[in-house]
Each structure stands twice: as C-alpha cells, then as structure tokens.
C-alpha cells in the first residue's frame, strides 16, 4: 500500500474507532432511561471526533498532511475498535448497570490517553496537530465527566 493510501486509511481507522464508540454511547442512552441525555451528549461528542478525523484525509490526500508511517499502530486501533463492538454487542443483549456502563466508558477514555492515540509528534503537521490537541482536550474532558458520574455512583452505593 502506497504511503497516502496507508495514511488515508490509518485515518479512517480512527475515525471507526470513534464511532465504535459513539455507537456505545447511543446503545448506553438507550438502556440508561435516566441517563440518557448525558450519553446522547458523549456519543454526539464521538461523532464530531470521527467527523475532525476524516476532515483530515483529503489533506493527505492533496499532500498537504504528512504523517511517519508507524504513527499510529493500525493494529492496536482494530483491537481497541473490535472491543469497543464486542461491548456494543452485549448491551444488544442484556441490561446494564450504570456504574459498569461509566466503568466501560471510563475505561476507554483512558485508553485514547493512554495509548497515546492523540499525543503531538514532532514532525507533526500544524493541521494534524490541532485535531490531535483538540481530540486530547476532548478525550481529557469525557474522562473527567465519567469520573465524577462514577464517584457519585459509587458514593450512592455504600
């Protein structure tokens, strides 16, 4: 696979990625009458990361966007992607308790940050790395809304 064509698709990966997880978000709202509108606002969060993401390929496309080749492991982004479905799958099937929903999600969040997904390179183009930065502030956000959500639900249960 050429190098653009490697990069576009890199690209589309995590803009699946979040929208995997804004899929979870929606399935959450459904299942979570009482929360619903607090997961309505995530998912609606996740669609705009995925939409900031694929803003970027034509800009690989046209040249403009350059990114070194293991940037980003497009196997860690299918696993990361492949779990977020499997936990997508089984809410299709079974009620789920609020603090395992926040617990999930929270869990993911962290994931993006830890794993780096959104972390500045040198090297980076200026385009790349204000999606990056804006999708960091934003994954930093989810997190600490989870956060709170789950430390109130954990306070109620004791």
């Not at 890199?10 to 803009?15: G, I, Q, S």
């Not at 997880?21 to 990361?49: I, N, P, Q, V």
């Not at 800009?59 to 779990?83: M, P, Q, S």
């Not at 999606?131 to 930093?140: G, I, M, Q, Y």
């Amino acid at each position: 696979m050429r190098r653009k064509e490697h990069q576009i698709d890199v690209l589309e990966k995590l803009a699946g990625l979040e929208d995997a997880t804004c899929d979870l978000y929606k399935a959450y709202a459904g299942r979570l009458a009482d929360f619903e509108r607090f997961w309505s606002d995530l998912a609606g969060d996740e669609a705009t990361h995925a939409g900031w993401i694929r803003e970027l390929k034509p800009l690989v496309g046209n040249g403009t966007l350059d990114f070194h080749e293991g940037r980003f492991r497009t196997k860690a982004i299918r696993n990361f992607t492949d779990y977020v479905n499997e936990e997508w799958a089984t809410v299709q099937d079974q009620a789920i308790p609020l603090i395992k929903a926040v617990s999930i999600a929270l869990d993911i969040e962290r994931a993006f940050l830890e794993k780096r997904l959104f972390e500045v390179a040198e090297g980076d183009s200026l385009e790349l790395e204000r999606v990056l930065n804006k999708l960091a502030v934003a994954t930093e956000e989810h997190r600490d809304m989870l956060q709170k959500v789950w430390g109130k639900h954990r306070e109620l249960r004791h």
